[in-house]
């Protein structure tokens, strides 16, 4: 069974950069595409970013290009979120997650697998 575990959040302060780390277990990691996605509240969950191994595909959710950025699975079985110039609108739950599609991997609808989720908070 594959589990999904997070770590990184925190609450920084607007224009802070922060890392967020998930760690992959139980499966054959390398046929999976890992992504973040997020959830603020009173809102639907969000595709953030994904990436399959070898960094072969990479992709973004438009609030997020340009100060996000996916990378890991070369190495190991993790992957990490850097995120950089956050706002407070960048404040939610942050959750890993895995499937077996590059395109099942930008729908929360049709995640295989999510993580527990990490509070990320952007305030001054």
């Known amino acids: 069974q594959v589990r999904l575990v997070e770590s990184g959040g925190g609450l920084v302060e607007p224009g802070d950069s922060l890392r967020l780390s998930c760690e992959f277990f139980g499966g054959f990691f390398k046929t999976y595409v890992m992504g973040w996605f997020r959830q603020a509240p009173g809102r639907e969950r969000e595709f953030v970013a994904a990436?399959?191994?070898?960094?072969?595909?990479?992709a973004y959710g438009e609030a997020v290009k340009g100060r996000f950025s996916i990378s890991g699975g070369n190495a190991g079985n993790t992957v990490f979120l850097q995120m950089t110039n956050l706002n407070p609108e960048d404040t939610a739950v942050y959750y890993c997650?895995?499937?077996?599609?590059?395109?099942?991997?930008?729908?929360?609808?049709?995640?295989?697998?999510w993580g527990q989720g990490t509070q990320v908070t952007v305030s001054s």
């Open positions: 990436i399959a191994s070898g960094g072969l595909f990479e």
């Open positions: 997650a895995a499937d077996t599609s590059e395109l099942g991997i930008r729908s929360a609808s049709s995640v295989e697998y």
